[in-house]
């Protein structure tokens, strides 16, 4: 779908500018209305790409942009601060969308079609600018991956390459983003109909009431959706919730495989909390999208009804129905939070086939009270369309831990040979020593892997919440976060 050129001189040897057919660019617009990403809140997988540009290309901006009717919308800016979109000016990202290929401005004053433009020309003054076209399976154009520097350089076949590539990741997260949203609009659809079917046999008046109220609950459920579909494939962070300290640490197995365990913390409403920690079955680019979609869904339907089971089943018709998940499966806890008079929280925790959290307190003896949260019988997520999934609820009490976990962590072998097991990791738990919060929960059983031979043999998801002591309990939350992404040299770094 190339554009087509104007006249210009072919003894020049410079780059005609292209202009734009009318037909090719109404059915362009019409893609970029479809994927209804457009003055979307910022979202860190597409600033994580950004970010990533400007240091594989080593300059001081680079951008993620989708090209509107009469402007250029910035969907991720890193190194253009307070740059939400510019006008659709030809030279930069105006003609880069109207290639097939990546554009290359090696020196933009050079450029008769780039010299004019307001980034060149102003104060900003771009010498060099490269770009990647964002093309849709269909062939359509929605925008550009950019990387623009003060000064004029050059660049290989192999960085044309590499930004393509960037541009490629761009869509295959819009092409989730859009995929999940639809699935939730289905599921939502659905609800709906069972609603109206319910209304018709109550009396007029009632229906009418409840019609009213329903219509106003979907509009809000809709806006949820919307504003939960911007979450990554993990928090950049745990938030700060009053009266509790969080912590998590992440780690996958190889540099080479995208792992499938997932978490979150998140608020529900004013006062009401939702956590959750799960993992998909196998690795790799297929299992990541399931993981992607599995915590889109969790925060979304969390928003209509938080009850935990409620929540499970809503993911399982996910991924029974959803295309991309095709046949993967995972298992999952999803617990809800409410605070207590006392400074304590009821927790309430469903399963779906995820090995046991554990509740621990401190004890007389000076040892550690642990018990098993294990709701009989949750079912695998994703595996079963009449999965049924169980959940249990206890008090969370000043100086009590929650410890969440993926099987990483009891698969893991010790220096014996054996695996940790259940009974390995209730016995670690019941022999700790010191304070009972989140931070030494999490860090001590990094510690314990960190000790093991095949520390690098799965991912590793751990979770852990706790309520400080009355004497020592902050006015504000406490959360610590650790990612580490790679093999065991790399261990334990944050």
């Known amino acids: 779908m190339t554009q087509q050129a104007s006249a210009t001189d072919p003894a020049s040897g410079r780059r005609p500018e292209l202009v734009p057919d009318p037909d090719v660019e109404a059915a362009r617009i019409e893609a970029v209305r479809r994927y209804d990403i457009l003055d979307t809140p910022p979202d860190g997988a597409f600033d994580r790409v950004a970010a990533m540009a400007a240091r594989l290309f080593d300059v001081p901006v680079a951008t993620v942009t989708i090209v509107d009717t009469d402007r250029i919308w910035f969907k991720a800016a890193h190194g253009l601060e307070g740059v939400k979109e510019i006008g659709r000016d030809p030279g930069l990202c105006g003609s880069a969308i109207l290639r097939d290929d990546a554009l290359v401005i090696p020196d933009t004053l050079r450029d008769p079609v780039a010299a004019d433009n307001p980034l060149v020309a102003g104060e900003m003054g771009v010498r060099f600018y490269a770009a990647a076209p964002i093309i849709t399976p269909d062939g359509h154009r929605l925008g550009t991956v950019n990387v623009l ?60 009431r409840a019609a009213r109220e329903q219509a106003e609950k979907d509009k809000t459920a809709i806006a949820a959706f919307a504003s939960t579909l911007q979450r990554t494939l993990l928090p950049p962070a745990l938030p700060v919730v009053p009266g509790l300290e969080l912590a998590c640490h992440y780690r996958t197995a190889s540099v080479h495989d995208v792992g499938g365990d997932f978490y979150d913390v998140f608020p529900v409403d004013g006062s009401r909390w939702a956590f959750f920690l799960g993992d998909v079955c196998g690795k790799g680019p297929e299992a990541a999208t399931v993981t992607a979609l599995a915590r889109h869904t969790l925060r979304a339907a969390a928003q209509i009804d938080p009850d935990p089971v409620t929540v499970l089943s809503t993911l399982n018709t996910v991924l029974l129905t959803d295309v991309t998940a095709g046949s993967r499966f995972c298992t999952a806890l999803f617990g809800l939070l409410v605070p207590g008079e006392d400074g304590g929280f009821s927790v309430t925790v469903a399963t779906g086939g995820h090995p046991p959290a554990y509740h621990v307190r401190p004890d007389d003896s000076g040892e550690v009270w642990v018990k098993a949260v294990r709701p009989k019988g949750g079912m695998l997520v994703g595996a079963f369309p009449q999965a049924h999934f169980a959940e249990s609820t206890f008090c969370l009490a000043p100086g009590e831990g929650l410890f969440l976990y993926t099987d990483g962590l009891t698969e893991a072998r010790t220096t014996q040979g054996t695996m940790l097991g259940e009974d390995g990791l209730t016995g670690f738990l019941h022999q700790r020593t010191g304070p009972l919060t989140a931070t030494t929960l999490v860090e001590d059983t990094v510690t314990l892997l960190a000790s093991m031979p095949d520390q690098a043999g799965d991912d590793v998801a751990l979770l852990a919440l706790s309520v400080p002591d009355a004497e020592t309990a902050p006015d504000t939350g406490i959360a610590a976060t650790a990612h580490t992404t790679a093999a065991p040299e790399h261990f334990g770094q944050e």
Do not use: G
């Open 149 to 208: 520097d003060t000064k004029p350089r050059s660049i290989t076949e192999d960085d044309t390459a590499t930004l393509a590539d960037l541009a490629a990741i761009v869509l295959d997260e819009m092409e989730l983003r859009l995929s999940a949203l639809r699935a939730l609009r289905n599921e939502q659809q659905r609800r709906e109909a069972e609603s109206r079917q319910a209304e018709m046999e109550r009396a007029r008046a009632e229906a009418e």
